[in-house]
C-alpha cells in the first residue's frame, strides 16, 4: 500500500501564494507519475498538474504560468507552487501518484480558499 501526506492548502488573498506538498511512503517500488487534481464545489475532479519520472510536466491551461509542479524523487515527495491565485482557484486539492507496476493513490484532500 501506498499513503500519501498532503499539507499547505489554507486561506489567501487573490493574487497571494500558497505551496503544497505531498509525501508519499510505503510499498513504493517506482513511481511513474505524481500530481495534483482539485475539486471545487459542484465540479467534477480535474488535473491541475502532473510530473512524469523523467521530469515531463503538464498543466491544465487555467494555471499554466501561474502554478509550478516539482518532485523531490529521493523523498517521494511532489509540490505545487501556486501564484497569482483566484478565487476560481478555490477548492480541495488532491494528491495523485502512480506507480510503474501499475496502481494509482490519492490524498485525503487539502482546502485552498482564495477569497479576501
Known amino acids: 500500500q501506498v499513503q500519501l501526506v498532503e499539507s499547505g492548502g489554507g486561506l489567501v488573498q487573490p493574487g497571494g501564494s500558497l505551496r503544497l506538498s505531498c509525501a508519499a511512503s510505503g510499498t513504493i517500488f517506482s513511481i511513474a507519475y505524481m500530481g495534483w487534481f482539485r475539486q471545487a464545489a459542484g465540479k467534477q475532479r480535474e488535473l491541475v498538474a502532473r510530473i512524469r519520472s523523467g521530469g515531463t510536466t503538464v498543466y491544465d491551461y487555467s494555471v499554466k504560468g501561474r502554478f509550478t509542479i516539482s518532485r523531490d524523487n529521493p523523498k517521494n515527495t511532489v509540490f505545487l507552487q501556486m501564484s497569482s491565485l483566484k478565487p476560481e482557484d478555490t477548492a480541495v486539492y488532491y494528491c495523485?501518484?502512480?506507480?510503474?507496476?501499475?496502481?494509482?493513490?490519492w490524498g485525503q484532500g487539502t482546502q485552498v480558499t482564495v477569497s479576501s
Open positions: 495523485n501518484v502512480g506507480l510503474f507496476r501499475g496502481g494509482e493513490f
